[in-house]
């Protein structure tokens, strides 16, 4: 009896120690953004937490969903995208901070599908059918900072985008219009992407941008003719390539004071008029390859910061001496360390070494061979 005791006793103890056969979930990978990692969100939403005192996980209440059916939930991340779901779930707990919807077959967005969502951060809607938000659809979002919502079948900006908000990106879409006030109460952004869609220069409103202080604007793929106006003043960098914009003219650039970069590549171009680069004087970098130009755009020795310029793929035909560098020493505050030239009809064996005395180093310049 006393061994049979002992070997019960051994029993229970070896089932109460054995490891479970069942691993924990491990989620991986989900979160595909073309700019931003999964790691740095999530890192930058940790601190925001850690700064409010909030960085501990909420103890959830009885009976409260964890996750809606068919998706993924892990640390305030729900991850719902490649369901078919055509519309948004419900019960998405209210501690939420990343919702991913991408991939999906929504077509709405409805006045109270983000109700209570007032933690979120970042939502994704991207490659949805989307072509309706209701005006009061982000009214809840009172702290989202990052919206994606490319491609998709939106005709106009949404209304009532969150005052948070610091980065919009909403190319490939269908979206030809810019009212004025569309980006009202958003003072402060660092980035708006809405390249590829068909938006004529008469398709900005005069205010669209009014109040608007952003960093960052691409107009790519669209179908502009010229540079648009009135962007806002304080961008850094501005993208229009890949439009068909054929000419710049002397006040296209005047309110741009602020721009490192400047991207007008794959373009009609012909002209840059005399005088319009200079209202630049801060300007980095400079993309005119894939244009028509003949030459090679005035005003270039004068424009102090100027390091990177590309020119490939033009009918410049002709290099002078002062193209790029002005006469004389201590003018230009920092040397060129890119400058593309290859592709064009011009002889590297007729252009002067002087013309590039302002280039950090040989290697910087590049000519290759023309070819017809």
């Known amino acids: 009896m006393l061994l049979l005791r002992s070997s019960l006793l051994l029993l ?3 089932q109460l120690h054995a490891p479970s056969s069942a691993l924990p979930f491990e989620q991986r990978g989900f979160w595909d953004f073309s700019l931003d990692s999964m790691e740095n969100i999530g890192k930058m939403a940790m601190m925001n937490d850690e700064e409010e005192g909030s960085a501990m996980e909420p103890t959830p209440s009885p009976g409260m969903p964890m996750c809606p059916f068919g998706c993924h939930c892990q640390r305030k991340v729900v991850q719902c995208s490649d369901l078919g779901l055509t519309e948004v779930p419900r019960n998405i707990p209210p501690d939420t901070r990343f919702l991913d919807l ?3 077959q929504i077509s709405e967005l409805r006045e109270n599908d983000f109700k209570g969502l007032t933690d979120l951060y970042a939502l994704s809607v991207r490659n949805n059918i989307i072509s309706k938000v209701h005006p009061r659809a982000f009214v809840p979002l009172k702290r989202m900072q990052k919206l994606y919502f490319s491609k998709n079948l939106l005709s106009t900006i949404p209304k009532n985008l969150p005052a948070s908000l610091i980065e919009l990106r909403i190319h490939e879409n269908r979206i ?5 006030g569309s980006f009202s109460g958003l003072t402060n952004m660092n980035c708006i992407e809405m390249g590829a869609n068909p938006i004529q220069n008469s398709g900005f409103e005069p205010g669209a941008f009014k109040g608007l202080r952003l960093n960052f604007l691409r107009l790519s793929e669209a179908k502009l003719t010229g540079v648009p106006k009135d962007l806002p003043d304080s961008l850094h960098e501005l993208h229009l390539d890949h439009n ?12 741009y004071k602020n721009l490192y970069r400047l991207g007008l590549g794959f373009n009609n ?16 970098e400079l993309h005119l390859e894939n244009n028509r130009l003949t030459r090679i755009p005035q005003g270039l020795p004068s424009m102090k910061y100027l390091q990177v310029v590309y020119l490939h793929s033009n009918s410049i035909n002709h290099v002078d001496v002062d193209d790029f560098c002005p006469r004389g020493f201590g003018m230009k505050r920092t040397f060129y360390n890119g400058i593309s030239l290859f592709d064009n009809p011009v002889n590297y064996w007729d252009v002067q070494p002087a013309t590039f005395r302002c280039v950090n180093d040989r290697y910087a310049i590049q000519f290759g061979n023309y070819k017809k």
């Open 12 to 14: 229970c103890l070896f």
């Open 102 to 104: 991408q991939n999906n």
């Open 176 to 180: 030809r219009k810019v009212g004025a």
């Open 244 to 255: 068909q914009i054929q000419a710049v003219e002397l006040e296209d650039l005047s309110r």
């Open 269 to 284: 171009i012909r002209n840059i008029e005399n005088g319009s680069l200079s209202y630049l004087p801060m300007l980095r």
